[in-house]
C-alpha cells in the first residue's frame, strides 16, 4: 500500500529557506520519477520538480529554478525539496508523488512565505 508523508513546512519570512521531506513507502524508487508538486489557493496543483529514478537527472519549473533542488535518498525511500531564496509566491501546500503514475496523495505540507 503506497503512503505518502511530507513534512518540513512552515512559515518563513522572504528571502528564508525550508528543507522538505517526503517519505515515501509502497513506491520503487528505483525506477520511479518523482516529483514535488504545489498547490496555491485558488489554483491548480502544479509540478515544481523532479528527479529521475536514479537521481541522476532533475527538472525544475521556470518559477523555481535556481531556487529549489530537489534530491532523494533511495536508501530510506525519502525524496527531499531545499528551498532558498523563498517569495510570497511560493506560499501554497506541498506535495510529493510520483510523476507518470500518481498515487494517492498525501496530506501535503503547508509553505507560508510572508513578512
Known amino acids: 500500500q503506497v503512503q505518502l508523508v511530507e513534512s518540513g513546512g512552515g512559515l518563513v519570512q522572504p528571502g528564508g529557506s525550508l528543507r522538505l521531506s517526503c517519505a515515501a513507502s509502497g513506491i520503487n524508487f528505483s525506477i520511479a520519477v518523482m516529483g514535488w508538486y504545489r498547490q496555491s489557493p485558488g489554483n491548480q496543483r502544479d509540478l515544481v520538480a523532479r528527479i529521475s529514478s536514479g537521481g541522476d537527472s532533475t527538472n525544475y519549473a521556470d518559477s523555481v529554478k535556481g531556487r529549489f533542488t530537489i534530491s532523494s535518498d533511495n536508501a530510506k525511500n525519502t525524496v527531499y525539496l531545499q528551498m532558498n531564496s523563498l517569495k510570497p509566491e511560493d506560499t501554497g501546500v506541498y506535495y510529493c508523488?510520483?510523476?507518470?503514475?500518481?498515487?494517492?496523495w498525501g496530506q501535503g505540507t503547508q509553505v507560508t512565505v510572508s513578512s
Open positions: 508523488n510520483s510523476v507518470y503514475l500518481l498515487r494517492p
